[in-house]
């Protein structure tokens, strides 16, 4: 059970550049999440899923798209990267029972636009 | 645009000390979780609060949630060197259209030997 998953851990990107940011999970999760973390930010909602087929606008969504066509898989794509979109990006997954339900959340990738 | 915000951003103390870490905000949430970061990994949760007034404990860190589900407290007796990381609170509205946490700005810890 490797849990949530993220490819890949470090890219360097020239700006205009477009890459595809992949996150897996293994615990059958219903809902899953794509966040950006900054200094002094917290961390900000890209988009997220409610199930396998379903997208949503989160928080910051401008610059990204993505797709969720397997449950077991969310991806996250910027179609041309500018400098403002370096960033730390982490997915998360979680069940759809309650309130209280934990995120889980995958290692991260640390995004650089030059 | 519901925020929360947390006090204070960076802490750095001796081991022993004792320390409270605030999270702030003027929207009712229905559950408020923390979270501790260390560096290069995702955020692990600590604890879930749900009822307004509640305290939950964990070892030695001690978590309060706010009578009016507006604001939380993280306090940690006698930090260990072990403690150092981003502390992470997070406000939850699961459910009908919303299903999101929303992150406070985080709280970075430093417990020095």
């Known amino acids: 059970n490797a849990g949530v998953t993220q490819t890949p851990k470090f890219r360097v990107l020239k700006t205009g550049q477009s890459m595809t940011l992949l996150c897996a999970q293994d615990?059958?999760?219903?809902?899953m999440y794509w966040y950006r973390q900054d200094p002094g930010m917290g961390l900000r909602l890209i988009h997220y899923?409610?199930?396998?087929?379903?997208?949503a606008k989160g928080e910051v969504p401008d610059g990204y798209n993505v797709s969720r066509l397997k449950k077991q898989n969310f991806l996250l794509g910027l179609e041309s990267a500018a400098p403002s979109q370096t960033s730390v990006y982490f997915c998360?997954?979680?069940?759809?029972?309650?309130?209280?339900?934990?995120?889980?959340f995958g290692p991260g990738t640390r995004l650089t636009v030059l | 645009t519901q925020l929360l915000e947390q006090s204070p951003q960076f802490l750095s103390i001796q081991e022993g000390e004792n320390l409270t870490v605030y999270c702030n905000s003027s929207s009712v949430f229905s559950s408020l979780q923390w979270y501790r970061q260390e560096p290069g990994e995702g955020p692990v949760l600590l604890v879930t609060?749900?009822?307004?007034?509640e305290v939950k404990k964990l070892k030695r860190l001690t978590f309060q949630f706010g009578d009016a589900r507006k604001d939380s407290s993280l306090h940690i007796t006698a930090a260990q060197p072990g403690d150092t990381g981003l502390y992470l609170c997070?406000?939850?509205?699961?459910?009908?259209?919303?299903?999101?946490?929303?992150f406070g700005t985080g709280t970075l810890l430093a417990v020095q030997p």
């Open positions: 899923s409610v199930g396998e087929g379903t997208t």
């Open positions: 609060v749900v009822t307004g007034g």
């Open positions: 997070a406000g939850a509205n699961y459910g009908g259209a919303t299903n999101k946490l929303i």
């Open positions: 998360a997954s979680r069940p759809t029972a309650g309130n209280t339900d934990t995120q889980y």
């Open positions: 615990m059958n999760h219903e809902y």
